[in-house]
Protein backbone atom coordinates (compact mmCIF):
# COMPACT_ATOMS: atom_id res chain seq x y z
CA UNK A 1 0.00 0.00 0.00
CA UNK A 2 1.43 3.34 -1.00
CA UNK A 3 2.40 5.75 1.90
CA UNK A 4 1.59 8.78 -0.22
CA UNK A 5 -0.06 10.22 -3.35
CA UNK A 6 0.97 9.95 -6.95
CA UNK A 7 -0.19 10.45 -10.92
CA UNK A 8 2.50 9.08 -13.03
CA UNK A 9 0.24 11.20 -15.65
CA UNK A 10 1.12 14.40 -13.82
CA UNK A 11 4.85 13.09 -13.59
CA UNK A 12 5.30 12.46 -17.03
CA UNK A 13 3.36 15.87 -17.48
CA UNK A 14 5.69 18.08 -15.53
CA UNK A 15 8.85 16.08 -16.68
CA UNK A 16 7.94 16.82 -20.49
CA UNK A 17 7.43 20.53 -19.55
CA UNK A 18 10.50 20.75 -17.85
CA UNK A 19 12.00 19.42 -21.29
CA UNK A 20 10.33 21.80 -23.47
CA UNK A 21 10.99 25.05 -21.26
CA UNK A 22 14.64 23.93 -21.32
CA UNK A 23 14.91 23.09 -24.83
CA UNK A 24 13.87 26.11 -26.06
CA UNK A 25 17.09 27.70 -24.63
CA UNK A 26 14.95 30.78 -22.49
CA UNK A 27 15.12 28.69 -19.29
CA UNK A 28 17.54 27.15 -17.44
CA UNK A 29 17.59 24.47 -14.77
CA UNK A 30 18.10 26.69 -12.11
CA UNK A 31 15.28 29.29 -13.03
CA UNK A 32 12.75 26.21 -12.61
CA UNK A 33 11.07 25.33 -9.00
CA UNK A 34 9.22 22.28 -9.02
CA UNK A 35 6.45 22.23 -6.06
CA UNK A 36 4.31 19.27 -4.98
CA UNK A 37 2.22 18.84 -1.60
CA UNK A 38 2.62 14.71 -1.35
CA UNK A 39 5.75 13.17 -0.58
CA UNK A 40 5.06 10.00 -2.99
CA UNK A 41 4.96 12.47 -5.94
CA UNK A 42 8.23 14.40 -5.10
CA UNK A 43 9.62 11.18 -5.00
CA UNK A 44 8.11 10.25 -8.39
CA UNK A 45 9.42 13.32 -9.84
CA UNK A 46 12.33 12.75 -8.62
CA UNK A 47 12.92 9.23 -10.00
CA UNK A 48 11.61 10.55 -13.64
CA UNK A 49 13.69 13.96 -13.77
CA UNK A 50 16.89 12.63 -12.48
CA UNK A 51 17.11 10.45 -15.57
CA UNK A 52 17.40 13.98 -17.65
CA UNK A 53 19.40 16.16 -14.71
CA UNK A 54 20.73 16.56 -11.40
CA UNK A 55 18.01 17.45 -8.98
CA UNK A 56 18.39 19.17 -5.63
CA UNK A 57 16.31 17.90 -2.99
CA UNK A 58 16.20 19.79 0.68
CA UNK A 59 17.46 17.67 3.32
CA UNK A 60 14.53 17.24 4.70
CA UNK A 61 12.17 16.34 1.58
CA UNK A 62 15.67 13.83 1.30
CA UNK A 63 15.38 12.57 4.77
CA UNK A 64 11.49 11.77 5.02
CA UNK A 65 11.55 10.25 1.58
CA UNK A 66 14.28 7.81 2.78
CA UNK A 67 12.47 7.52 6.34
CA UNK A 68 9.72 6.46 4.34
CA UNK A 69 11.10 4.29 1.90
CA UNK A 70 9.84 6.87 -0.88
CA UNK A 71 13.40 6.99 -2.42
CA UNK A 72 16.29 4.86 -2.64
CA UNK A 73 19.67 5.90 -1.20
CA UNK A 74 21.22 5.42 -3.96
CA UNK A 75 19.32 8.17 -5.68
CA UNK A 76 18.94 9.81 -2.85
CA UNK A 77 22.75 10.97 -2.54
CA UNK A 78 23.03 11.32 -6.60
CA UNK A 79 22.60 15.20 -6.20
CA UNK A 80 24.67 16.02 -3.44
CA UNK A 81 28.03 13.69 -4.67
CA UNK A 82 27.63 15.11 -8.66
CA UNK A 83 30.14 17.53 -8.45
CA UNK A 84 27.80 20.20 -10.42
CA UNK A 85 26.77 23.58 -8.99
CA UNK A 86 23.64 23.53 -7.32
CA UNK A 87 22.63 26.58 -10.18
CA UNK A 88 22.59 23.93 -12.33
CA UNK A 89 20.13 21.59 -10.56
CA UNK A 90 16.51 21.06 -11.28
CA UNK A 91 14.76 21.94 -7.43
CA UNK A 92 11.88 19.50 -6.82
CA UNK A 93 10.31 19.88 -3.45
CA UNK A 94 7.09 19.82 -0.94
CA UNK A 95 4.94 22.73 -0.07
Do not use: H
Request: proline letters at 1%.
Amino acid sequence: MSKSCSNEFEVEMVAGLVEYLVAGNEYNLNDIAILTPYNGQLAALTRRLSSICYIWLSDKDRDTLLRNDLLSQELAVAGMRARVSVLDMLRVATV
